[in-house]
């Protein structure tokens, strides 16, 4: 399956547009994750747990999105947009959304 978040993909024609694929991960981060990004905000730095789960809630999205699009017939997903957001109290949930346009090149 080729990824490109632009319209095209250069050097390939698109034969067919098959339509709109989504793909949608919500996690959550734990107490323990929060606390320990509490201390690298106070002290600086980078909090890798937060990447972590950032990365995995990514990647299962892209992944649905690929599923989806192969089960229409498509071989390529083009236009990829990747939306993260928080939800819960305290935005203690993360949303990752991924859109394309599945194709057949």
Do not use: C, H, W
């Not at 095209?8 to 989504?22: D, H, P």
């Not at 747990?49 to 017939?73: F, H, I, N, P």
């Amino acid at each position: 399956m080729i990824l490109s978040t632009t319209p095209t993909i250069e050097g390939r024609t698109i034969r067919e547009y098959k339509g709109v694929v989504t793909g949608e991960t919500i996690i959550g981060a734990n107490m323990f994750k929060d606390f320990m990004a509490g201390i690298r905000d106070i002290v600086g730095g980078r909090s890798g747990s937060y990447e972590k789960v950032l990365r995995e809630a990514k990647d299962t999205s892209m992944q649905e999105m690929m599923e989806r699009a192969q089960a229409m017939g498509a071989n390529a997903i083009v236009g990829i947009d990747i939306d993260y957001e928080t939800l819960g109290n305290g935005g203690s949930m993360l949303m990752v959304a991924t859109s394309g346009t599945a194709v057949v090149i």
